[in-house]
């Protein structure tokens, strides 16, 4: 059993910085492709980013990439999402996911575990 546990969001104006944290609860944290998704208000959960268990490969969204950097910390069980040059179409939910395979990284339906969410909000 894995247990996520998001935090790091927050209000920010537009241009601003947040950085997301995902702690997982297990030993076996360097086996997982981590990813972050995100939800908006009435919107479906759709992929951000993804990183492979080793942190060799990475994966972005087209509409974050060259603005959000996706890291780990195997010895800390933790990834990061540096979310930088924010704008107001990013506020949402941001949740952490952890995915054994890692084979569609992009798909939410891949994952087997997920954290409880953290909410970003950007103002214009």
């Known amino acids: 059993q894995v247990q996520l546990v998001d935090s790091g969001g927050g209000s920010v104006q537009a241009g601003g910085s947040l950085r997301l944290s995902c702690a997982a609860s297990v030993g076996t944290f360097s086996r997982y492709t981590m990813g972050w998704f995100r939800q908006a208000p009435g919107k479906e959960r759709v992929f951000v980013a993804a990183i492979s268990w080793s942190g060799g490969n990475t994966y972005y969204a087209d509409s974050v990439k060259g603005r959000f950097t996706i890291s780990r910390d195997n010895a800390k069980n933790t990834v990061y999402l540096q979310m930088n040059s924010l704008k107001p179409e990013d506020t949402a939910v941001y949740y952490c996911?952890?995915?054994?395979?890692?084979?569609?990284?992009?798909?939410?339906?891949?994952?087997?575990?997920w954290g409880q969410g953290t909410q970003v909000t950007v103002s214009s």
């Open positions: 996911a952890a995915d054994l395979y890692g084979l569609r990284y992009f798909n939410p339906s891949e994952y087997d575990y």
